[in-house]
């Protein structure tokens, strides 16, 4: 009798166990974080969330929330209706009253998006790789100046062809560097061989930062400043677009920029590749992502932002979910998860998912 109610509550366990009910994730629709294809849903937020399910060993459905009403699905959430909230959702004080936040898996931001204008920037330009590169030819001259006067004192007594004087004797050493690289003779003294050894070592390194300042030079500065609008002061020089409605757009309005409001950011980039616009404001993500699927090479997105978000998973007050979804967040970032997912829908700016 006891073995057959020792089995019964095993058969009663696992059959509980078994039937745990799938969790209940709330979706808003926002590219690139959720993006709706007819019956299936991905984007940065789903495939996150998907990565993460994986290690909670839960099952779950996918319930989408009214987008018309952005308190909504927090009052949802708040209820118990969901489990969980996928998004765009930035953490504010209004809703930190009403439900918890994990760790963050995105960093946006407000920028100006802008076609380049290396001409418009060439002075600073050639300021930026004077103060970068020529510290570094500024300091091969100093260290060879000094290294042929050296080189000149403790050899003049050794070495017969070097000429006694001090001007001659310098110019001779010079010279000989100039037109074969090295000097000829070889030093006899033992502070003369020191110094070429010496010379050889300090030449190459410096050679050698010279070539990473060059090329960072180019790949990051260049990048960096190529936006004729380099600060926020350069984007009330003429009028700047704006999508209707957009967080973007009333951030435009509140430092008292000459706004022109266009219906979507298709809309208006083709203003800005007309001309007609210095500038298009846009979260850096949604900025990114048009760049990526339209191949849109062609323009940049500023080095300074007008604004920051950080974006989380929203969770119920006190659930448990919060501490375990952490937990794969972090395990997730050790392997470098949200920065892959990001490329994938990024042109750049995949080091925002990183944290």
């Not at 953490?91 to 290396?118: H, Q, S």
């Not at 010279?210 to 984007?235: C, E, G, K, R």
């Not at 375990?324 to 050790?334: F, K, V």
Request: aromatic content about 14%.
């Amino acid at each position: 009798m006891r073995l057959l109610c020792s089995l019964f509550f095993l058969v009663i366990l696992g059959t509980a166990g078994h039937c745990e009910r799938p969790l209940k994730v709330g979706l808003i629709v926002q590219p690139p974080f959720v993006i709706k294809n007819d019956l299936s849903y991905n984007g940065l937020a789903v495939d996150l969330w998907n990565e993460m399910a994986q290690g909670l060993k839960r099952s779950y459905e996918f319930v989408e929330c009214p987008t018309h009403n952005l308190c909504e699905p927090f009052d949802t959430l708040q209820k118990g209706d969901i489990d969980v909230l996928l998004g765009p959702i930035s953490i504010t004080m209004d809703r930190y009253e009403k439900v918890d936040f994990t760790f963050p898996f995105f960093l946006d931001r407000v920028v100006a998006i802008t076609a380049p204008g290396y001409w418009h920037n060439l002075f600073l330009f050639m300021k930026l790789f004077f103060i970068s590169v020529g510290a570094i030819i500024a300091l091969l001259i100093v260290v060879f100046v000094i290294y042929i006067n050296l080189l000149w004192y403790y050899e003049r007594h050794y070495i017969d062809n070097l000429p006694k004087s001090y001007k001659k004797g310098i110019a001779y050493i010079f010279w000989h560097h100039v037109f074969t690289g090295r000097y000829l003779e070889l030093p006899k003294s033992l502070p003369g061989k020191f110094l070429i050894l010496c010379h050889k070592t300090i030449f190459y390194f410096i050679i050698i930062s010279m070539n990473a300042t060059f090329l960072s030079f180019i790949t990051v500065t260049l990048a960096n400043y190529a936006s004729p609008v380099q600060n926020v002061s350069d984007l009330s020089k003429g009028k700047i677009g704006g999508i209707r409605y957009s967080k973007p757009y009333k951030i435009g309005l509140e430092l008292g920029l000459h706004m022109e409001v266009f219906n979507s950011l298709e809309e208006g980039i083709q203003a800005l590749e007309k001309g007609q616009v210095i500038a298009v404001l846009e979260d850096f993500s949604l900025a990114q992502a048009y760049f990526k699927k339209e191949g849109k090479g062609n323009l940049v997105t500023s080095h300074f932002n007008l604004k920051q978000d950080l974006y989380s998973f929203a969770v119920q007050k006190g659930s448990p979910l919060m501490a375990e979804m952490n937990m794969q967040l972090l395990e997730l970032q050790q392997r470098d998860i949200p920065e892959k997912i990001c490329s994938n829908y990024f042109q750049e700016g995949a080091k925002n998912c990183a944290f």
